[in-house]
């Protein structure tokens, strides 16, 4: 069964929309959270990252991220996507118990001008 | 330049050969990670170095996939009798220990794309 849900698999916006994409957890317990973003043709880079604290981050270009523990769910968002912003999106959830970040299967996002 | 370094970028192969691949973390970082990722999916984890030691092996590795870190340096990923399912990106990610290792989160590489014909 799928650990990590991302439940966008392709989102088509024009520059300015808002963007929220999901991404929802199954693990119990302690864990930390990502997203990492991959432009066309360029490997996965880190867009920002939850471990404690303030449910609000922020990471780069714009992009925020709120974990809310009820839901089990870390929602990325950014109010006003450009045309750059076009790449596939992918939360990851490591568990503290485990080794290895798990992936969710990833969302396409095509922002066009 | 992401630190992570992997080579070939590309490999076209024959079912049934053996393919190797290789990959060079950044220097400092002891763990180093191999995924795979195919069409439509996210990252799927394949197996995990501390230094040299292989501590976790995903149920995705069959016995035709093998894994090394002889110096806990580089590392290398050898497909035996490869198979047409076995096409995809292959994915090698490193970090650093611990806490530090996770609030960083993890280097990756930019993948050896493998096509079996």
């Known amino acids: 069964a799928q650990s990590v849900s991302q439940h966008n698999h392709h989102v088509i916006l024009s520059e300015a929309a808002s963007l929220e994409l999901g991404c929802n957890y199954s693990?119990?317990?302690?864990?930390?959270l990502f997203w990492y973003v991959q432009y066309p043709g360029q490997h996965l880079q880190l867009l920002l990252k939850?471990?404690?604290?303030?449910?609000l981050v922020k990471g780069i270009k714009g992009f925020e991220a709120e974990f809310i523990k009820s839901k089990f769910s870390f929602n990325l968002r950014k109010p006003s996507v450009q045309w750059s912003d076009t790449a596939e999106y992918f939360c990851?959830?490591?568990?503290?118990?485990?080794?290895?970040?798990?992936f969710g299967k990833g969302t396409s996002l095509l922002v066009t001008p | 330049d992401t630190g992570v370094s992997q080579n070939p970028r590309h490999k076209i192969t024959k079912r049934g050969q053996n393919v190797t691949f290789r990959c060079d973390p950044i220097?400092?970082?002891?763990?180093l990670y191999w995924y795979r990722q195919t069409l439509g999916q996210g990252p799927e984890f394949l197996t995990y170095?501390?230094?040299?030691?292989?501590?976790?092996k995903s149920r995705l590795l069959s016995d035709r996939f093998s894994a090394e870190r002889p110096k806990g340096s580089f590392s290398t990923l050898e497909i035996q009798r490869t198979e047409q399912g076995d096409s995809a990106m292959y994915l090698c990610?490193?970090?650093?220990?611990?806490?530090?290792?996770?609030?960083?989160?993890?280097?990756f590489g930019s993948g050896t794309r493998l096509t079996v014909v």
């Open positions: 693990y119990g317990g302690t864990v930390n």
């Open positions: 990610a490193s970090s650093l220990g611990g806490k530090q290792g996770r609030s960083k989160g993890y280097t």
């Open positions: 170095f501390q230094n040299e030691a292989q501590l976790e």
């Open positions: 939850y471990f404690s604290g303030d449910p």
């Open positions: 990851a959830v490591f568990r503290n118990s485990g080794y290895a970040l798990n």
């Open positions: 220097s400092e970082h002891n763990r």
